[in-house]
């Protein structure tokens, strides 16, 4: 491809808009067009990203018995209002209306419409196990699309399905799709780590996160170096250890004036977080949520939202507070009637805690779960932190940001049960199948291949994910004999199986070489007067400071080794996994 006809106008400057690398690099390297907020178009060499994440998904998917299909994005609503999901989903599903007044759904997902063609196709066990996917666009209504490509409205997906007669065949397979998720990571030259997860909406019985380490990924993962037990902090359990309060005391009120946060009560009454009790509200799809941890820790809304089984959670405003009686900064569960309380589980081990006093400018001395209130639920609700006891080892475990760049779950048989995917046993009798589902999203997995690989000039594309192999630069273009040199040169790595971008526009040598390292090519081979003088050319990896001149006869040999070079240390990045189910 000639830089000359290639639609990209690079930019200079960061956008305004972009806050975080990958966001940055790929709309100043058209790589990504925003259209509107979350809906990117795909440039040209965005594209030849994709076509290679796409390859090597269809590759390893393949390699594990998968079939490709398309199924629709566009959907009725019939088949979400069977699974339920239809009810359970928010404003995240977009429902609209066709002209006969019919609900649809744009689809964020497909596991309805593939149980339906499941169900509709197999029938006996013996076509079991089964595995289908697609490579497919998804829309989901995010609330707040951030980061470039890595949370879109609009998106691309791999999602894949398993159907099987067991749970136990299910668990036989469930490695094999691990296994070829780290293959197709590797393969795309990024690090990852898997994670136990949150099922979420999904539902099933286990869910594994595969996630990129990242200080601007947007969860948090805990992490134990002493054991290796790695979990996504929204379902990670902790070693709660209780504080002795002694025996329950009587109920005391103390005066307590403008000291609305735990940290500034802790001061004034000179005691520690632990020894209080820290309120949290929601409003949940019933009502006000009154969550109840202790003051040295945070409320973990997706235990919260799974102990709750409410499908939205969003922080009560101060008015609805006002609504339930119930005063801001001095709240307690005492007395308050016509709400939902949820305690973790240790506050309610723990005895003569400080709480509000639900009275503007007072609190509680020795508040005790059981005699002074009740709640409606007591579970783990609490977010594991920095430093807490590992759950498994007890020792302290760490924090750290990620991005998640795939995600497998065990359905189980909660889709085949509602849309009646069932199959015959040898004696006739039906029974649900049980599926798995597996997804990830090409924008988001090329995302973050940059947030991993990039410096202050631009993106570093591993070999196996770069648009083109090899940048060539021509300089002194007006020269007859450098252009044919170059143009030469452009034939030969081509006829060799090289891909190459020609930068043969009428540019400075400044802002060829810039170019170059903004859109990250492994190689850059540069052509001038000077260097054929030498009857030679510069060879350049983009990760290296320093250029070598090699013999211009030598020029397609040379880069070829590279490039095989490059791509043995990718292939040997793929190795086997050990399947480990954390306790986490």
Known sequence: MRRSVLLCETLRDDPAEADVPNHKLLVRGCFIRQLSSGIYSLLPLGTRVAAKIEQVLREEMDAIGGQELIMPVVQPAEIWQQSGRWYDIGDDLLRLKDRAEHDLVLAMTHEEVITSLIGYNVHSYRQLPVMLYQIQTKFRDEPRPRAGAIRLREFTMKDAYSAHVTQEDLDRYYPDVYQAYFNIFRRCGLDVMSVDSDVGMMGGTMAHEFMSLTPVGEDTLVLCDACGLSANRQIATFRKNIVDGGEPRPLEEVATPD?????????????????????????????????????????????LVNATKT?????ATEGELREYGIVGGYASPIGVS????????????????????????????????????????????????????????????????????????????KYAAALKAQYRDEAGELHPMVMGCYGIGVERLMAAIVEASHDEDGMIWPVSMAPYHVYLVVLNQNDETVMQAAEQLYADLGAAGITVLFDDRNESPGVKFTDADLLGMPLRITVSRRTLKNEAVELKLRTDKDFELVPLAEAVKQAQAQIDALQAAIDARVVEETFVVSDG
């Open 338 to 413: 016509g709400v939902q309380v949820v305690v973790d589980d240790l506050v309610a081990e723990s005895t003569n805690l400080v709480a509000g006093a639900n009275k503007e400018g007072y609190h509680l001395y020795n508040v005790n779960y059981g005699r002074d209130y009740e709640a409606d639920i007591v579970a783990d609700i609490a977010s594991a932190y920095e430093g807490a006891p590992c759950p498994q080892c007890g020792a302290p475990v760490r924090l750290e940001r990620a991005i998640e760049v795939g995600n497998i779950f065990k359905l189980g048989t």
């Open 311 to 315: 499908t939205a959670l969003r922080p």
């Open 259 to 303: 000291t609305k946060t735990i940290a500034d009560l802790a001061v004034l009454l000179d005691i520690p977080e632990t020894s209080t009790a820290k309120a949290t509200f929601f409003m949940g799809d019933s009502g006000l949520i009154f969550a109840v941890v202790r003051g040295d820790m945070e409320v973990n809304e997706t235990k």
